[in-house]
């Protein structure tokens, strides 16, 4: 069992930055890739940004690609989401989440642990 807890939302103004954390407990996370997703109210779930394990290969989706930083500290079982420049469209619930294939990306069906969600809010 891979436990998934995301921390450091919040509410903020339009141009400010936050970053994002997701500590995994249980089973080590050395060898999967880790995604980043966000969902809004009455909108369906979208990508953000994914990680390898090794942290070499990382994609970003088009609407946050030179915004947000995605990175990972695998001695820490963590991963983060850095947001930069943030914008009121950014607003969503964010999610963490494990894909143990590795190839993680887009591809939702390969994300078989997810975190809580943690609210980020940004007002114009």
């Known amino acids: 069992q891979v436990q998934l807890v995301e921390s450091g939302g919040g509410l903020v103004q339009a141009g400010d930055s936050l970053r994002l954390s997701c500590a995994a407990s249980g089973r080590t996370l050395s060898s999967y890739a880790m995604g980043w997703f966000r969902q809004a109210p009455g909108k369906e779930r979208e990508f953000v940004g994914s990680?390898?394990?090794?942290?070499?290969?990382?994609t970003y989706g088009d609407s946050v690609k030179g915004r947000f930083t995605i990175s990972r500290d695998n001695a820490k079982n963590t991963v983060y989401l850095q947001m930069n420049s943030l914008k009121p469209e950014d607003t969503a619930v964010y999610y963490c989440a494990a894909d143990p294939s590795g190839v993680g990306r887009q591809f939702i069906y390969r994300y078989e642990y997810w975190g809580q969600g943690t609210q980020v809010t940004v007002s114009s």
């Open positions: 990680i390898n394990w090794t942290g070499d290969y990382i």
